[in-house]
């Protein structure tokens, strides 16, 4: 007999669960795609390719494939004459691109004189040899215009995603798995998931089927969660840079904004996505044990940081106000 369905979600939480697994947005005249899935093709730069892509094992790794993006300075200069590119494992067209930064670029090397066609695959054949983002400049001949060539249509806008993102399926569905989790970790999520339309007999079984699941699986170590400051002491979900604990109000809530700078579309909440060890080229962080939810303005402070990195900071700047009169000892708050 099919085993029950578990009690839906609040919409909205719902929503930001399946938001983890796809990429950050992308303008349309960028190279990359706009918040799709983290199984997606990935973009590297050769440099990156070369430094940590190179070992056979990478080439079936992606499951929607990869394209190296080359410049023109690289594909035309040295790469050319030594075939390094070629050794690296990579073919033009198949599973690499030269791609058109500058200006300077395009009018030394143009596409046209070596008979390139702009890609517009995202598999090989890519249909193409290159691909183009070239901002306009303030030429007043009218050859200043921007130039978006390859995966620029409506239906296939962006060539692929930040490699540093990637993430597999089955690695997506391990993460929002423990994700949702972390959410019921709140202290006072039940509370919360009811103010906002589940019933309480609800609530209680979904939380008791996530944690079991979790535990199941092996996604519910609590001193690998405590250690990566993803879980407090008491075993409930906190923010991994202040370590405050939080509320879950704060999945629901948008943040606030300051008066006279309202943006009347926000849809940030107060409680974003956080990776414990920031997502960086050469590694996959978006993995389980290394995410957890955290206060937005906190998030925003670190960016690509880095936890440590970002302590190390703050540490300098306290120490630096406070030796220059900035910071003073108050007594009984005066």
Same mark, same amino acid.
């Given at each position: 007999?099919?085993?029950?369905?578990?009690?839906?979600?609040?919409?909205?939480?719902?929503?930001?669960?399946?938001?983890?697994?796809?990429?950050?947005?992308?303008?349309?005249?960028?190279?990359?795609?706009?918040?799709?899935?983290?199984?997606?093709?990935? !973009?590297?730069?050769?440099?990156?390719?070369?430094?940590?892509?190179?070992?056979?094992?990478?080439?079936?790794?992606?499951?929607?494939?990869?394209?190296?993006?080359?410049?023109?300075?690289?594909?035309?200069?040295?790469?050319?004459?030594?075939?390094?590119?070629?050794?690296?494992?990579?073919?033009?067209?198949?599973?690499?691109?030269?791609?058109?930064?500058?200006?300077?670029?395009?009018?030394?090397?143009?596409?046209?004189?070596?008979?390139?066609?702009? =890609?517009?695959?995202?598999?090989?054949?890519?249909?193409?040899?290159?691909?183009?983002?070239?901002? =306009?400049?303030?030429?007043?001949?009218?050859?200043?215009?921007?130039?978006?060539?390859?995966?620029?249509?409506?239906?296939?806008?962006?060539?692929?995603?930040?490699?540093?993102?990637?993430?597999?399926?089955?690695?997506?569905?391990?993460?929002?798995?423990?994700?949702?989790?972390?959410?019921?970790?709140?202290?006072?999520? *039940?509370?919360?998931?009811?103010?906002?339309?589940?019933?309480?007999?609800?609530?209680?079984?979904?939380?008791?089927?996530?944690?079991?699941?979790?535990?199941?699986?092996?996604?519910?170590?609590?001193?690998? !969660?405590?250690? =990566?400051?993803?879980?407090?002491? +008491?075993?409930?979900?906190?923010?991994?840079?202040?370590?405050?604990?939080?509320?879950?109000?704060?999945?629901?809530?948008?943040?606030?904004?300051?008066?006279?700078?309202?943006?009347?579309?926000?849809?940030?909440?107060?409680?974003?996505?956080?990776?414990?060890?920031?997502?960086?080229?050469?590694?996959?962080?978006?993995?389980?044990?290394?995410?957890?939810?955290?206060?937005?303005?906190? +998030?925003?402070?670190?960016?690509?940081?880095?936890?440590?990195?970002?302590?190390?900071?703050?540490? *300098?700047?306290?120490?630096?106000?406070? =030796?220059?009169?900035?910071?003073?000892?108050?007594?009984?708050?005066?």
């Amino acid at each position: 007999m099919p085993r029950p369905a578990s009690p839906k979600l609040p919409q909205l939480l719902k929503r930001k669960l399946y938001k983890t697994g796809q990429t950050r947005g992308a303008d349309d005249d960028e190279i990359y795609q706009n918040r799709v899935s983290r199984a997606s093709t990935a !973009l590297i730069p050769f440099a990156v390719w070369v430094r940590h892509f190179t070992d056979k094992k990478w080439r079936h790794y992606f499951e929607n494939g990869f394209i190296v993006l080359i410049s023109p300075d690289d594909y035309f200069g040295n790469l050319q004459d030594s075939g390094k590119h070629a050794l690296a494992g990579l073919k033009l067209g198949h599973n690499a691109l030269v791609f058109y930064e500058t200006r300077t670029q395009w009018n030394c090397n143009h596409p046209q004189t070596h008979g390139w066609k702009p =890609a517009r695959s995202r598999r090989s054949p890519l249909g193409g040899q290159y691909v183009a983002r070239i901002p =306009a400049t303030t030429s007043t001949d009218n050859t200043g215009g921007k130039i978006v060539h390859g995966f620029n249509t409506t239906a296939n806008k962006g060539a692929g995603i930040r490699v540093y993102e990637y993430a597999d399926r089955a690695t997506i569905k391990a993460c929002r798995m423990q994700l949702g989790m972390l959410f019921w970790k709140c202290h006072d999520a *039940e509370a919360v998931v009811v103010a906002n339309g589940m019933v309480a007999a609800d609530a209680a079984t979904r939380r008791r089927e996530i944690l079991d699941e979790c535990k199941r699986k092996g996604l519910l170590d609590i001193e690998r !969660l405590t250690q =990566a400051r993803i879980l407090n002491g +008491n075993s409930e979900t906190t923010c991994p840079l202040c370590l405050l604990e939080l509320s879950s109000h704060g999945f629901f809530n948008l943040v606030k904004q300051a008066p006279g700078r309202e943006v009347l579309d926000l849809t940030i909440t107060q409680i974003n996505l956080f990776h414990i060890e920031e997502v960086r080229m050469g590694e996959f962080n978006h993995r389980p044990y290394n995410l957890g939810w955290g206060h937005h303005h906190c +998030n925003v402070v670190v960016k690509d940081a880095g936890i440590n990195e970002t302590l190390r900071w703050m540490d *300098e700047l306290l120490r630096r106000n406070a =030796a220059q009169g900035y910071l003073r000892e108050t007594n009984n708050g005066n």
